[in-house]
Every structure is written in C-alpha cells, then in structure tokens.
C-alpha cells in the first residue's frame, strides 16, 4: 500500500499547490509567476539534492536520458503555454473540466502502445468518479458554445501532460525522483521566461504578492516530487484516477478555510469521489494479497 499513501499524498500536495497557483495568479502575471517559482522551486531541490548523502550531486548525470529530458521539458511547456493561453478564450470551469481529459488520453496511450493494463477495478470507478468530480466542480457552469478556440488548447495541454507521464515514468527508471523535478523545473521556467518577455509585463512590487510567490516555489519543490515518487511506484492511469480527488480536497479547503459549504450535487459528487477511491484501494490490497507480494518499506 505505499504507492497508494504516495498518490494520495502527492495528491494533497498537487492540491495545496493549485491553490497557490491560484492566489498567485491574482496578482502576477503568468509568465513572471510561473518563472520564478519554478526556479524558487529549483533551487530548493538543487540544494537537496548537494546535501544528501543518498543522492549527491553524482546522481545529476543524465545517464542517456537527454533526450528525454528534453521530450520532458517540451511537452511541460506546452501544457502551461496552452493552458495560460486558453484562458484568453475560455472559462475557468471549461478549462478545470477538459483539463481532466488527461485520463483518457492516458488510458489510450497506455492501451494503443501497449503499456499498461487496466483492471477491472480501474473500469469500474473510473467513469464513476469522472461523474463525481463533475458534480463537485458544477458542471452545469460548464459553456458549451463559444469557447472552442480556448477548449481545443486545454485539450491539447490534457493530451501533452498525458504523454508528459509516460515519458517521465521512463525516465524514472534511470534517475531518481528529485533529479528529474530538478531538471523539469529549470526547463520549464525558461519556458516561462520566455512568455514573460512576450507579455512585457513586469512582475509587481507588493511584499505580500511575493510572499504568496515564494510560498508557491517552495510548494513546487514538495509536491512535484511526491507526484513522482506515486509515478514511479503505479501505473500512470491509476495515478490519474487517484487525483481525480483534487477538487475534492479543494472544495474541503474552501470549506475549512473560507467556509463555503458544498450544495447540492457536490455531495452526491464528493461520496462517488470517496466510493471509488475506496475500491481502488481494496482492490489493490486485494491483488497483492492474492499474488503473494509484499510491498517493500520504500
């Protein structure tokens, strides 16, 4: 059961880390917000990285993975130059949805190239808690016409993440977690760099909005780890299926935080959320008891 403590984790993580992209957004522009958090994040796990024992500045090699490195960065620039841009020409709630579309992109990539194997657990909750995280994130907002210029690109940010995934999980059987965020933070601020010069729109001067920005940077260095550490110990779908639970945590935290309640269909979709999850993880337990396994402490 790690992988799964790993994916429920990183998805408590991605989800502190969305609200903070969200804060942040408030008050910076995209391309300053995204490049300097990404290298608050980098530089926070450059130094981890020098100062452990276990993984030392020998492991930054890139061990034949260059390429893939590369592949890596492009595709993780593409997702957020397509998701920042969409939101010129589509809603919050379009893109919020469509953004989930990143499992069935998985799921197809997974089963045309042979990679993975859905269970029947997985058949199972999946279109279930595809319909629970609508219903916590209002579909009904969902705008059908007039947003298809904006959709079409969060779609494409869904499929690139969705292939982003597989070629990180490769890349993960050749270095570790915290090398491979290192080196997809670096590329992805340059990417940032690169819309901020085209936004010519300097960052702001506010102590609290750079408050929110480095509390962001150091989010990054957790949660983006995390996310991979779950990648490399489960199949990408089941991940994907796991942080399907993300606008659950966020309603939470508005809950907690702000107090606003869910109403009406969020709850029905908060309890197909939590159903799902359960199955996955019994089955899970189920299948290892079965076959015998016994997970290692790591």
Request: glycine residues 10%; aromatic residues 12%.
């Given at each position: 059961?790690?992988?799964?403590?790993?994916?429920?984790?990183?998805?408590?993580?991605?989800?502190?880390?969305?609200?903070?992209?969200?804060?942040?957004?408030?008050?910076?522009?995209?391309?300053?917000?995204?490049?300097?958090?990404?290298?608050?994040?980098?530089?926070?796990?450059?130094?981890?990285?020098?100062?452990?024992?276990?993984?030392?500045?020998?492991r930054m090699r890139f061990n034949g993975q260059g390429r893939r490195i590369l592949m890596m960065g492009g595709a993780a620039v593409a997702?957020?130059?397509?998701?920042?841009?969409?939101?010129?020409?589509?809603?919050?709630?379009?893109?919020?949805?469509?953004?989930?579309?990143?499992?069935?992109?998985?799921?197809?990539?997974?089963?045309?190239?042979?990679?993975?194997?859905?269970?029947?657990?997985?058949?199972?909750?999946?279109?279930?808690?595809?319909?629970?995280?609508?219903?916590?994130?209002?579909?009904?907002?969902?705008?059908?016409?007039?947003r298809l210029r904006g959709d079409l690109l969060v779609l494409l940010a869904a499929f690139s993440f969705a292939v982003n995934a597989f070629?990180?999980?490769?890349?993960?059987?050749?270095?570790?977690?915290?090398?491979?965020?290192?080196?997809?933070?670096?590329?992805?601020?340059?990417?940032?760099?690169?819309?901020?010069?085209?936004?010519?729109?300097?960052?702001?001067?506010?102590?609290?909005?750079?408050?929110?920005?480095?509390?962001?940077?150091?989010?990054?260095?957790?949660?983006?780890?995390?996310?991979?550490?779950?990648?490399?110990?489960?199949?990408?779908?089941?991940?994907?299926?796991?942080?399907?639970?993300?606008?659950?945590?966020?309603?939470?935290?508005?809950?907690?935080?702000?107090?606003?309640?869910?109403?009406?269909?969020?709850?029905?979709?908060?309890?197909?959320?939590?159903?799902?999850?359960?199955?996955?993880?019994?089955?899970?337990?189920?299948?290892?008891?079965?076959?015998?396994?016994?997970?290692?402490?790591?």
């Open positions: 059961m790690i992988a799964i403590a790993y994916a429920l984790v990183a998805t408590v993580a991605w989800t502190v880390n969305l609200l903070l992209v969200n804060q942040v957004m408030r008050m910076w522009p995209a391309g300053w917000a995204g490049a300097l958090s990404r290298l608050i994040s980098t530089g926070i796990i450059g130094l981890w990285i020098l100062r452990s024992r276990a993984i030392g500045w020998r997702v957020n130059v397509c998701l920042f841009t969409a939101m010129k020409w589509t809603t919050v709630a379009n893109a919020a949805l469509l953004y989930r579309s990143d499992l069935l992109f998985v799921i197809l990539i997974g089963w045309f190239l042979g990679l993975e194997r859905i269970t029947w657990a997985g058949w199972l909750v999946m279109p279930m808690m595809f319909a629970g995280m609508a219903l916590i994130m209002r579909i009904q907002y969902f705008q059908w016409t007039g070629i990180i999980r490769s890349i993960l059987h050749h270095l570790g977690e915290h090398v491979v965020a290192f080196y997809n933070n670096l590329l992805c601020a340059g990417g940032f760099v690169v819309l901020a010069l085209i936004q010519k729109v300097g960052p702001p001067v506010q102590v609290v909005a750079w408050g929110w920005l480095v509390a962001l940077g150091v989010m990054g260095s957790i949660s983006l780890p995390l996310y991979y550490a779950a990648l490399h110990r489960m199949p990408v779908w089941k991940l994907r299926v796991f942080m399907l639970l993300s606008p659950l945590m966020a309603a939470g935290a508005d809950w907690l935080i702000w107090g606003q309640r869910l109403h009406g269909g969020q709850w029905g979709g908060a309890v197909l959320l939590l159903a799902g999850a359960v199955v996955l993880i019994l089955s899970e337990a189920r299948a290892m008891r079965l076959a015998g396994i016994k997970e290692p402490d790591t």
